[in-house]
């Protein structure tokens, strides 16, 4: 039997999980982390999705898969007119160079001090 969609008004945390291909886990956390998802809680305590949640869940997904931190995530959310860019380093990528230079120098460090003998 063909029909209209039906729009429904409310999702449970499973039917989301299932659509968003997320862990129930992952969405509980980015609720704690993103405050601009804030599903509505039944009588009984359940969490209920609307359709811009789902919205909200689909684009958390989409740029944490691309490798985005939670910084930048919450950025391009406040910020829908941004250009995403997968190709662009992400600031956590310009933490990892900047972390490998510091150990690079360390090793330089102790390289060169390998000659040297210590006494207690």
């Not at 209209?4 to 980015?30: F, G, H, M, N």
């Not at 919205?55 to 997904?61: A, D, G, M, R, T």
């Not at 919450?74 to 829908?80: E, M």
Request: net charge neutral.
């Amino acid at each position: 039997m063909d029909g209209p969609d039906i729009k429904r008004l409310y999702y449970s945390t499973q039917e989301v999980c299932r659509l968003a291909r997320v862990r129930s886990y992952d969405l509980k956390q980015w609720e704690k982390k993103f405050s601009e998802l804030k599903p509505s809680i039944s009588k009984t305590g359940r969490r209920l999705y609307k359709p811009g949640d789902l919205e909200i869940i689909s684009k958390i997904k989409s740029l944490a898969d691309l490798g985005k931190t939670d910084d930048e995530i919450q950025y391009l959310i406040n910020h829908p007119q941004t250009p995403i860019s997968s190709d662009m380093p992400g600031r956590s990528e310009a933490r990892y160079s900047e972390i490998i230079g510091e150990l690079e120098n360390i090793l330089k460090i102790l390289k060169s001090d390998s000659t040297a003998v210590y006494f207690d």
